[in-house]
């Protein structure tokens, strides 16, 4: 099966380089990477985003917490561009679901990334309230799963086994750590990953040996003896 790649990015001349790659589909985004890329107005710096990004999904996130604004902002977000889908979180700061807000967007045809899920308990939830037609991606954050010891793999073959017969929703593998989670993610039938660009990069010069990384590595270790003039 094959798995479309993100890339997880904020920055607008990132993103100008990785719209230009064949192998980024799409583009994710988030408030904190909204932050770090020096955005002061939410609105202004999402438009120049689009800009760049004209006609691959882009997905730009709702940053208010309660079930009026969210709705509020979600509608305001999604009429400033065809390619945009709108990233509600699965809870609010409270650990309430955000399934009347979900519900209400998908029943507006509002294309929708439900993020910062972690079990398939609440892809469930997801799937309940939203209809069988409007797109919807659940973004499951693997790479924080694993940071805390846990195990998201079991939680993946769960959601992507009760998405089954939802062809409008998408199992997206988020919290990426290394570019080996590509290939997990498309073994385990996964439909997008989003990825860092420095990981994307590494993706790209996938298929050496193990013998040309074995000379490659201990070049690199006689290449740092002789800059240090390291003597016995």
């Not at 969210?70 to 955000?98: L, R």
């Not at 399934?99 to 294309?111: C, E, M, T, W, Y």
């Not at 017969?165 to 988020?174: G, M, Q, R, T």
Request: with cysteine; proline share 3%; glycine share 4%.
């Amino acid at each position: 099966m094959s798995i479309k790649i993100f890339c997880d990015i904020a920055d607008l001349n990132l993103i100008k380089k990785f719209n230009k790659k064949k192998i980024v589909k799409g583009f994710t985004t988030n408030p904190s990477l909204m932050r770090k890329a020096g955005a002061k107005d939410y609105k202004s710096y999402s438009k120049k985003i689009l800009n760049i990004c004209r006609n691959k999904p882009i997905s730009l996130e709702v940053f208010a917490d309660d079930y009026f604004s969210m709705v509020e902002q979600g509608v305001e977000i999604n009429d400033w561009g065809k390619n945009i889908y709108v990233k509600i979180p699965v809870v609010n700061s409270k650990n309430k679901f955000t399934g009347k807000v979900i519900k209400n967007l998908n029943s507006r045809n509002i294309k929708l990334n439900v993020t910062a899920v972690y079990t398939a308990r609440q892809t469930a939830k997801i799937l309940k309230v939203i209809n069988k037609k409007t797109k919807v991606i659940i973004s499951i954050f693997a790479g924080r799963a694993s940071d805390t010891g846990k195990d998201p793999v079991p939680e993946f073959l769960k959601s992507i086994k009760l998405a089954k017969s939802f062809k409008n929703v998408e199992i997206l593998w988020a919290s990426v750590r290394e570019p080996y989670n590509y290939i997990q993610a498309k073994q385990l039938g996964c439909h997008i990953i989003t990825i860092p660009p420095l990981i994307i990069e590494k993706i790209e010069k996938f298929g050496k040996s193990f013998d040309q990384l074995t000379k490659e590595t201990v070049k690199a270790f006689l290449v740092d003896s002789n800059k240090s003039k390291f003597k016995i």
